[in-house]
């Protein structure tokens, strides 16, 4: 499962297992904090687990499967710490072609199909259907539906059906679920994730001496996906636009907003979470330069790494998260902060 092996090679706080949300097989399950109602049966599967790895139904994932076990349908719901849909859709896409189940799935349509959804007045959603007949599976698709701060992807593969076969049962799946009449009704409309036009440059970056004040900092004042969670709320009429920097891979994706050359985050694989680089606070006050890594989960919660002396670069982030030595963390208004950080 995606999230728990996110999860595992991050050290996160985070249950071993999922656990079973206690609903029964042939009653409809409806999200507290969307609205969003998954019944029993979808477009002729029958819903055969629901899980959660988290304790506030913040991360879960719905499995339908066809009786002959010919179609199969993982519903995924969760709130990541960047709500875009076309940056969740890039990095749902990568996980997807890079699978060696799928690695020659030829994709249907050349651009991802931008649509709406539900209550939706804008094409806010994205889905793509691939051919795969040299795989297990006939066809595959993914779709990535955003409901306000929350993502919906979904899934979805065949052994039989053709790729338009299958885009068929996926658009039944969608009219089958059952969509909040609200959250999404202001959605901006989905496009493709371009490419940054001029790639960042990396200075000679090292880890810099841990400063306790610049950490306090950093944990106060948020991660970048969180201030840019904070802007779109205070101004929802101006949208912040992801670029792609580099090439996608599986562990990481790494993103730019509106075109920042101070600052980027990764998107690790395709479950919410996001890793944000930036000036750090206390460097711009004390004109050391020095930049701040943080990293926000599903749940919301920050956890602060050890800063660098310049911009680092995503390998350099990566090996830093990888090694799980947090100087700090905040959940809400509890912070816990590491005795090497001072």
């Known amino acids: 499962m995606k999230w728990l092996f996110v999860a595992v090679a991050l050290g996160l706080a985070m249950p071993v297992a999922a656990r079973d949300l206690a609903v029964p097989a042939d009653k409809g399950w409806k999200h507290a904090e969307t609205g969003l109602i998954l019944m029993p049966q979808l477009a002729g599967m029958s819903r055969t687990a629901l899980t959660d790895t988290t304790q506030a139904e913040?991360?879960?994932?719905?499995q339908y499967d066809a009786l002959d076990k010919s179609t199969f349908a993982?519903?995924?719901?969760?709130?990541?710490?960047i709500a875009d849909a076309s940056l969740w859709f890039d990095r749902s896409?990568?996980?997807?072609?890079?699978?060696?189940l799928f690695r020659n799935a030829s994709p249907a349509t050349a651009d991802p199909i931008a649509f709406a959804v539900g209550g939706a007045k804008t094409a806010s959603s994205m889905r793509q259907v691939y051919a795969t007949p040299a795989g297990q599976y006939r066809s595959t698709a993914l779709l990535v539906v955003?409901?306000?701060?929350?993502?919906?992807?979904v899934r979805m593969s065949a052994k039989a059906l053709t790729a338009v076969q299958l885009d068929a049962r996926l658009q039944q799946m969608i009219a089958a679920i059952r969509w909040p009449t609200a959250v999404e009704t202001e959605a901006p409309a989905a496009a493709p994730m371009q490419v940054c036009m001029a790639p960042l440059t990396f200075g000679k970056a090292k880890l810099a001496k841990p400063d306790g004040a610049d950490l306090l900092m950093s944990l106060m004042g948020g991660s970048l996906a969180a201030k840019k969670k904070a802007e779109a709320q205070s101004e929802p009429a101006v949208r912040t636009t992801w670029c792609r920097e580099g090439d996608a891979r599986t562990e990481y994706g790494m993103y730019r907003s509106d075109g920042a050359s101070s600052s980027y985050v990764l998107a690790l694989y395709d479950a919410g979470r996001v890793v944000s680089v930036y000036p750090s606070i206390?460097?711009?006050i004390n004109k050391t330069g020095v930049y701040s890594v943080s990293l926000e989960d599903v749940e919301g919660t920050v956890s602060a790494f050890q800063s660098f002396t310049a911009l680092?670069?995503?390998?350099q982030v990566w090996s830093l998260i990888e090694s799980r030595h947090r100087t700090g963390t905040k959940n809400g208004n509890q912070l816990t902060v590491s005795p090497?950080?001072?």
């Open 58 to 62: 913040h991360d879960v994932a719905a």
């Open 74 to 81: 993982t519903i995924y719901l969760f709130h990541p710490a």
């Open 93 to 100: 896409q990568t996980a997807l072609e890079a699978r060696d």
């Open 146 to 153: 955003p409901l306000g701060e929350w993502i919906v992807s």
């Open 282 to 284: 206390m460097g711009q």
């Open 312 to 315: 680092p670069s995503p390998k």
């Open 340 to 342: 090497k950080a001072f």
